[in-house]
């Protein structure tokens, strides 16, 4: 499992790194904040610490949430009960407080990581919402039998939608996944896609508007 390793202390930093390679993992050295958010699609895991140069590691999981569910497991010294509920809050998977028992900390991280592939159902290649049955493998999106041509970012768009359907996905986490960058100013970008795919899909409230946050497939 390719893991970020989140640590600007390059004692911690490098032991972890050498504790995960031993175990057939493949660990990513990061060391700031700005290092993650940027190479997360990159990574199957996140190990977060929370004492990072840039900025806090609370506000680092708090930004990463907004775009990504990639696993995060906390690993830090601060040991306060307020702590730990605050990241578990903010979307962290376990919180490990260091010194960390190694054998401890690598059950933590499979335990997250299979949960988290539990939730999303990643073999699902196949989902249908009425008559419209959309096959993300295929790339391929068919309604009442017909298939619709769909450019390729409009399909992602939709692919991304389906495979979290009923959840409200934030307009950030659709750019981050399709432009790769959720803070650039491409948010026209988005607008100009999601207007021509409702067109195609040619149904209205296949896909709803939540004002001020981003959309939600809710066929
Ligand atoms: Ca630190």
Do not use: N
């Not at 990463?64 to 730990?84: I, K």
């Not at 933590?108 to 096959?135: C, K, P």
């Amino acid at each position: 499992m390719r893991i970020a390793v989140v640590e600007d202390d390059d004692s911690v930093g490098e032991a972890l790194v050498d504790a995960l390679s031993q175990v057939g993992h493949a660990p990513v050295r990061m060391r700031r904040g700005a290092d993650l958010l940027l190479g997360h699609r990159e990574v199957d895991l996140v190990l977060l610490d929370l004492g990072l140069p840039d900025d806090d590691g609370m506000t680092i999981l708090r930004r990463l949430r907004g775009v990504s569910q990639v696993p995060v497991v906390v690993l830090t010294a601060r040991d306060d009960e307020r702590s730990v509920v605050r990241a578990l809050r903010a979307g962290a998977d376990d919180y490990v407080v260091k010194p960390a028992r190694l054998g401890e900390l690598r059950a933590r991280i499979e335990v997250a990581a299979r949960r988290r592939r539990d939730v999303s159902g990643a073999d699902d290649q196949v989902v249908e919402s009425g008559d419209i049955v959309v096959d993300l493998a295929a790339r391929r999106v068919d309604i009442a039998g017909v298939e619709i041509a769909l450019a390729p970012k409009e399909f992602e768009i939709l692919a991304h939608l389906v495979a979290r359907r009923g959840e409200a996905v934030s307009r950030q986490e659709l750019m981050d996944a399709i432009w790769g960058d959720a803070y650039v100013a491409i948010s026209r970008s988005l607008d100009v896609h999601m207007t021509s795919l409702r067109a195609k899909l040619g149904r209205p409230d296949a896909i709803a508007t939540i004002r001020g946050y981003g959309y939600r497939w809710s066929c």
